[in-house]
């Protein structure tokens, strides 16, 4: 009676995964679309953006020059031939070549995702740190911790920019106090303004949604028979509410590698960090189309991949769902 | 006619004057001073009161605080600079005055730009005129090599010559040599191992002023026979730095070329340079930028902040050069639209309460300039000119309503035949305006509205460069730009029908009147003296006072500060690149 369930368990299993990146893909592919749609239809003459940025702007070309840019970059075939061979080289990893810096747009990439990834990943790590840090402090008590002023604080980091607190962060700590470097420095102590700058406000939302989960968990019949059972209040509230908690929290985290990732675009500016963030404003504001497309499509991709990702830790975390 | 001389003038140095501490006015009065006694060609240089009847300040000056004397200088040190804007290559293709700051801490010139429109020796020793005017010989210096060891001699020049100019090479063209000499390149030819002949077409008596501009750097033959992918991150020239690395999104390492000895005339050293490394890092962000300079952790920032000149010139060395040619100002639409009218454009002038503007929006980093055709700092600038159309409501309000714009709707708007009076500002946010800039066009709309005028500002996005439909004829009133060079050659620039063979490209007006052109093809051949301030004079008038083509704002000003450990730095009289080769750190 027990002996096919497993197997069965685990087609579904696959084929839940299956029917997950298959949609992750779609989402690529929908991006990807736009990516080239925005290419080809917004800008007027792509050759003329091209030869203007490499000769300083200031020069009309001729009809041939004009016409061997076409060539080279491939404008001069049909909108169909041109997408057919975007979206096929992009299943090839080739996200084509920058208009003005005239390297490929994935070594681009490469060169400045490091940075970024860890802000993201550090910051992400940090705003869970705190999150759950007050929720075991303060949820379901009447303290510090859970006073109007410390949810108002949670509130008000959710809210304001990021760039403003980037901004306030620095003048303080490092332009003032020393503490940290403005530029540079040590990699570590550098990373930690911009990493508190990212995490406050999503450590906010964070709070929000496992304060509340927290909260009401703790009302459950089964907090009563554990605390009957002996184990005591930290044990309850760290193995068994937590847990329980820590749901929603995982949901809003596939939003949050999306948000952190975007919102670096804003703190490395403010903080003057290497990072995928200066290169997509500064191929958005000056035209650099496959270079803005290709950074956009990796931020697609993050999103998808973390949603994936946290559909799976959902699994692990919340046995009923493996029935 | 032929005309043989080596220059070896020396350029002013107004740094190492002991000012003791003086304010920024009082510096103001001294370059006022100085330009009095020297500028033979204001016509008027005392009338009128308040800012607009003075000559704009211009010379390269030290403002602020004194850098205490710091006795010998020492080799060594990393120079951190926190600089504005990443080029997208750094191979003195793109042309922006930004971005040549940069190049010419690498690249060297034929010719090194010295103040009043004089050239001194850099990579040629000596050079002739001959042929009417039509042939410069340049003797080059020997030994001297490019930091990958090629060696610099003729061949090497004529090299960047033939690929500055040929427009299908799009990897070594060099669109802001096409402007200063394609209409009148003929060719150059190696005649020795280290003489290069450079025969023109007709004279041009800007040449070598061409020449002595960022954008002539001379770089190695091998540099250019690569393609533009590897050009961009690797220039290779015979300057007092090399480029060691280029971390994307971050910061450039320069260090010292140990065998450099192809040193300008006006250096003011002699050997290699004394820093031993440069991390020039690019630091958009105003509030970062300046908060990294007055931690310490910079020890040169470029463009300070309008919010900071107040303390950078109390407590730090503040350096600031006017550039020449064409300063910050607006085009006005004169082929279209209701400022087709000569009196309407007259009317803007008058209204326009610059003055005020300027010292609003730039907080006195910039000084105000009505004459939008030609820049203080240019010899032949005419005075005059900058005093026309001093602020006066009542006259704009009684041109206006000459020009038939009598009615007032509700708003207080002028109309005529129930149409409003109303102006397009168009402007290239965060590449010709930044937030500063912007307060200015407020300030303006405001003024206009006084008089009736309505102002709506449209920024277009820096993607679409000049080829925003914005900019295109019909499509805008105002329109804000500069054209930063070094003296009346911007004029050829800018308002000549013609320019490298095509329309001109520079000129967003449509404007081109036969009188201008002419007087700018006689001026082009016209040496320096009482003739040619008397033609650049008549252009001026012309431009401004009679067609009120455009409206000026202020001179270009290129702003430095320096920390307390910099010492040894100045600003060359090209467009105002800090000269580092001079420059080093205390302890």
């Given at each position: 009676m027990a002996a096919p369930a497993p197997r069965r368990r685990g087609v579904r299993a696959t084929r839940w995964l299956l029917i997950r990146v298959a949609s992750g893909v779609g989402v690529l592919w929908a991006a990807a679309t736009i990516a080239f749609l925005l290419q080809t239809l917004t800008q007027q003459s792509r050759a003329r953006l091209i030869y203007d940025q490499r000769v300083g702007n200031n020069s009309i070309p001729s009809k041939g020059v004009t016409a061997a840019i076409n060539h080279q970059y491939g404008f001069d075939n049909s909108v169909l031939h041109q997408y057919v061979s975007y979206i096929g080289g992009l299943v090839h990893g080739n996200f084509g070549v920058s208009y003005f810096q005239h390297v490929s747009v994935w070594s681009l990439i490469i060169q400045q995702i490091g940075p970024t990834l860890i802000l993201t990943f550090s910051a992400l790590i940090l705003a869970w740190v705190i999150a759950v840090g007050l929720t075991l402090l303060g949820a379901g008590r009447h303290n510090i911790w859970s006073s109007a002023i410390a949810n108002f604080l949670q509130m008000l980091s959710a809210s304001v920019p990021s760039y403003w607190v980037g901004t306030i962060l620095l003048v303080i700590f490092a332009v003032n106090l020393h503490i940290f470097p403005v530029l540079g420095g040590n990699p570590l102590l550098a990373l930690v303004l911009p990493m508190i700058t990212m995490a406050l406000p999503v450590s906010g939302f964070l709070g929000q949604v496992i304060q509340d989960e927290f909260s009401s968990a703790l009302e459950q019949p089964f907090v009563t028979s554990s605390r009957s059972r002996g184990i005591t209040d930290f044990g309850v509230r760290t193995v068994h509410v937590l847990r329980h908690s820590v749901l929603p929290g995982l949901t809003l985290s596939g939003w949050a590698v999306g948000y952190l990732f975007s919102n670096a675009v804003l703190v490395e500016q403010v903080f003057d960090r290497a990072g995928i963030g200066g290169v997509l404003t500064k191929a958005a504001s000056e035209g650099d189309v496959p270079l803005a497309t290709g950074v956009v499509l990796l931020s697609a991709a993050a999103y998808v991949i973390a949603n994936i990702v946290v559909d799976i830790l959902y699994v692990f975390v919340d046995p009923r769902l493996r029935a | 006619m032929d005309q043989g001389f080596t220059q070896q003038d020396r350029p002013q140095r107004l740094a190492a004057k002991p000012l003791k501490a003086l304010g920024l006015l009082s510096a103001l009065l001294l370059a006022v001073l100085v330009l009095a006694g020297c500028a033979s060609s204001s016509a008027s240089s005392s009338s009128g009161g308040g800012f607009q009847g003075v000559t704009p300040a211009t010379a390269d000056q030290s403002l602020g605080a004194q850098q205490p004397s710091a006795g010998k200088p020492k080799p060594g040190g990393t120079l951190n600079v926190a600089w504005v804007q990443e080029p997208e290559c750094i191979d003195a293709q793109q042309d922006w005055v930004q971005n040549g700051y940069l190049y010419s801490q690498y690249y060297e010139q034929l010719v090194s730009a010295a103040p009043n429109n004089k050239v001194v020796p850099w990579l040629a020793n000596s050079w002739k005129v001959s042929n009417g005017g039509k042939t410069y010989t340049?003797?080059?210096?020997?030994?001297?090599?490019?930091?990958?060891?090629?060696?610099?001699?003729?061949?090497?020049?004529?090299?960047?010559?033939?690929?500055?100019?040929?427009?299908?090479?799009?990897?070594?063209?060099?669109?802001?040599?096409?402007?200063?000499?394609?209409?009148?390149?003929?060719?150059?030819?190696?005649?020795?191992?280290?003489?290069?002949?450079?025969?023109?077409?007709?004279?041009?008596?800007?040449?070598?002023?061409?020449?002595?501009?960022?954008?002539?750097?001379?770089?190695?033959?091998?540099?250019?026979?690569?393609?533009?992918?590897?050009?961009?991150?690797?220039?290779?020239?015979?300057?007092?730095?090399?480029?060691?690395?280029?971390?994307?999104?971050?910061?450039?390492?320069?260090?010292?070329?140990?065998?450099?000895?192809?040193?300008?005339?006006?250096?003011?050293?002699?050997?290699?340079?004394?820093?031993?490394?440069?991390?020039?890092?690019?630091?958009?962000?105003?509030?970062?930028?300046?908060?990294?300079?007055?931690?310490?952790?910079?020890?040169?920032?470029?463009d300070i902040p309008a919010v900071d000149w107040k303390q950078a010139t109390s407590r730090y060395q503040v350096l600031r050069h006017t550039t020449g040619a064409n300063p910050l100002r607006f085009f006005v639409a004169a082929k279209w639209g209701p400022l087709k009218d000569v009196r309407v454009r007259q009317a803007v002038q008058y209204a326009f309460n610059d003055n005020l503007a300027v010292q609003t929006a730039y907080r006195g980093e910039r000084i105000p300039n009505k004459?939008?055709?030609?820049?203080?700092?240019?010899?032949?600038?005419?005075?005059?000119?900058?005093?026309?159309?001093?602020?006066?409501?009542?006259?704009?309000?009684?041109?206006?309503?000459?020009?038939?714009?009598?009615?007032?709707?509700?708003?207080?708007?002028?109309?005529?035949?129930?149409?409003?009076?109303?102006?397009?500002?168009?402007?290239?946010?965060?590449?010709?305006?930044?937030?500063?800039?912007?307060?200015?066009?407020?300030?303006?709309?405001?003024?206009?509205?006084?008089?009736?005028?309505?102002?709506?500002?449209?920024?277009?996005?820096?993607?679409?460069?000049?080829?925003?439909?914005?900019?295109?004829?019909?499509?805008?009133?105002?329109?804000?730009?500069?054209?930063?060079?070094?003296?009346?050659?911007?004029?050829?620039?800018?308002?000549?029908?013609?320019?490298?063979?095509?329309?001109?490209?520079?000129?967003?007006?449509?404007?081109?009147?036969?009188?201008?052109?002419?007087?700018?093809?006689?001026?082009?051949?016209?040496?320096?003296?009482?003739?040619?301030?008397?033609?650049?004079?008549?252009?001026?008038?012309?431009?401004?006072?009679?067609?009120?083509?455009?409206?000026?704002v202020s001179g270009m000003q290129v702003t430095l500060a320096a920390g307390p450990k910099l010492h040894g730095l100045w600003q060359s009289p090209d467009v105002g690149e800090p000269v580092l080769s001079d420059a080093w750190l205390s302890k």
């Open positions: - | 340049f003797q080059l210096k020997k030994n001297v090599k490019f930091t990958d060891g090629t060696p610099f001699n003729a061949q090497a020049v004529v090299t960047n010559f033939k690929d500055w100019l040929n427009p299908k090479n799009t990897a070594d063209y060099n669109g802001y040599v096409a402007v200063y000499i394609a209409d009148v390149f003929k060719s150059a030819v190696a005649t020795g191992p280290y003489t290069v002949q450079v025969n023109l077409t007709k004279p041009d008596v800007f040449f070598l002023d061409g020449l002595s501009q960022y954008a002539f750097g001379i770089a190695s033959p091998k540099q250019l026979s690569q393609p533009a992918g590897v050009q961009c991150d690797h220039p290779v020239g015979t300057g007092a730095f090399k480029v060691d690395k280029w971390n994307h999104g971050q910061d450039i390492v320069l260090s010292r070329n140990k065998n450099w000895n192809s040193a300008p005339a006006n250096e003011r050293h002699k050997g290699p340079a004394y820093l031993n490394k440069i991390d020039w890092r690019f630091v958009s962000d105003n509030n970062t930028r300046w908060g990294a300079f007055t931690s310490g952790q910079s020890q040169l920032l470029y004459n939008g055709s030609l820049s203080p700092s240019s010899p032949g600038y005419d005075n005059a000119v900058n005093n026309y159309y001093n602020y006066d409501p009542a006259k704009a309000e009684k041109l206006l309503s000459a020009a038939g714009w009598s009615h007032r709707n509700a708003q207080g708007y002028r109309t005529k035949n129930g149409k409003v009076l109303s102006l397009r500002l168009v402007y290239s946010a965060d590449v010709v305006a930044d937030s500063d800039d912007l307060l200015l066009f407020q300030i303006l709309q405001q003024e206009l509205q006084k008089v009736g005028i309505k102002v709506t500002l449209i920024p277009t996005p820096p993607s679409q460069g000049w080829a925003a439909p914005q900019d295109q004829p019909g499509q805008w009133d105002l329109n804000i730009g500069y054209w930063v060079g070094r003296s009346a050659e911007g004029f050829h620039t800018l308002w000549s029908p013609k320019l490298a063979g095509q329309p001109n490209p520079n000129n967003l007006t449509g404007y081109f009147d036969p009188v201008v052109t002419k007087l700018i093809n006689e001026l082009d051949q016209t040496p320096a003296g009482p003739k040619q301030t008397e033609l650049a004079h008549k252009i001026q008038v012309q431009l401004v006072e009679k067609d009120a083509v455009v409206l000026g």
